[in-house]
């Protein structure tokens, strides 16, 4: 179980985060979502540590998040059950694509020999539909979608139990988006795992979240089960949903 | 009032600059003492910065110890001094003109690229999935980058000094009539210990100079394009300065008193 409670976190003068309170329970799937600019990356990378906030409690299984010390052996362990996928991909340019995804294989406490890591990288590239021959090519060469998958395919490569998603479906087709919503809805089901998402996109929502949260103005506006979200008569989630210009939350930012 | 303010708000901010490189410093080198490390990496950048800064090195002080052998000999014929060339190139390329030379180069060739690459590392969050990935960035990174320069640096000046000599000694031989084996004689019984010990410790610091900036500065880079060339310039530009600044320390260190 994921637990935050009246997280704060301000850059500069801007604050992005006033108390956001928000538990995300074991095995479900919370997608957080919100317009732009809202603090939704804040919230996520907040709880894997690369953000530190300014005031609240992040707690992970009851463990408290915010007071490990980078390169702690505590963090390191912490780290271990998480993989991320990231907005753009975040691939290292300079590996090919398998060792992208055994990165975490190949090095540290959950190292093992290079061919099995090889192995495991290339059965997790077919997991998310990518044959073998992608394996030993570099990120610049793949496009967007591919690049996607494999970034997918590192989340998962440590079958870790909690999963992240930073807008999951940022920059691809229509179709690609489908693709990428149905196999993260599969990945997560058939491990059972924690996700979190963040995304404004609504037909990501509906394909994988269990539960919906929304971001506004700092602070979770509206939580509760994806089904009850057309109908909770929540005017700014209404309008977020319906995608209209008019309403509460002003068009321009 | 306000003139007075600015000036404090100068000097302030630039004490906080030096506290935030030394902090960077001192943290990169406790990560020697820390496992995990990553020979890969270091192997990987000591052929990156040293076995391909070769020929830009090879050729920087060629020229220069050509110029400089035609230079003295032009300089010593107004007081009848022309045969001090071998000598004066000797010193000249070892003590001062081999290490600032191949340190401006590497600040040119290895900070940019250091620079450029973190701070695009930073910028499409590749940094931030190296910690998601449990690989601390100054370990993997940084630590790598700055340990590869310092070490191969004074080989690369090393180098630069035979080459910076050779060049003088072409210029020498074929312009300026001297005699092959007495040039080099000269040479040789001319340079003292000192002279190459100097020489090559220049090396060293300057190599942990141009790579820390470029790790320093591309960790710090803003988002976007913009924030990645003005990385790479910050980090060209300190390199440089501090690596003429500590020239200065450290040929006051060596030869002053």
Redesign the interface.
Known sequence: MIELKGVHKAFGSKEVLRGVDLVIPKGESMVIIGGSGTGKSVCL?SV???VTPDKGEITVEGQDVTRLR??SRER?AF??R???L???G????SLHVWENVA??LL???LKRPKQEAREIAIEKLRRVGLTPDVADQFPAELSGGMQKRVGLA?AIAAEPEIIFFDEPTTGLDPIMSGVINDLIREIVVEMGATAMTITHDMTSVRAIADKVAMLHAGKIRWTGPVAEMDTSGDPYLTQFITGSAEGPIEAVR | MTFLAAIGAFVLGALAAVGRVSIFAFDTVSHLA?P?W?PREFGVQILQIGWNSLPVVGLTTIFTGGALALQIYAGGARFSAEAVVPQIVAIGMVRELGPVLVGLMIAARVTSSVAAEIAT?KV???I?????????PM?YLTLPRVLAATVVMPVLVAVGDIIGIMGGFVVGVQRLGFNASTYLTNTIDFLEWIDIVSSLSKGAVFGFIAALMGCYFGMRSERGAAGVGSATKGAVVAASVLILAANFILTEMFFAG
């Open positions: 990378k894997l540590g690369l980078q390169g390191d780290l271990a998480f993989g991320m990231f907005q753009g975040a691939l290292f340019d990165f975490r090095r540290g406490s590192r | 820390r995990p990553y590392m499409t969050e590749q931030d999935a190296l910690v998601t990935l449990s690989t601390h370990k």
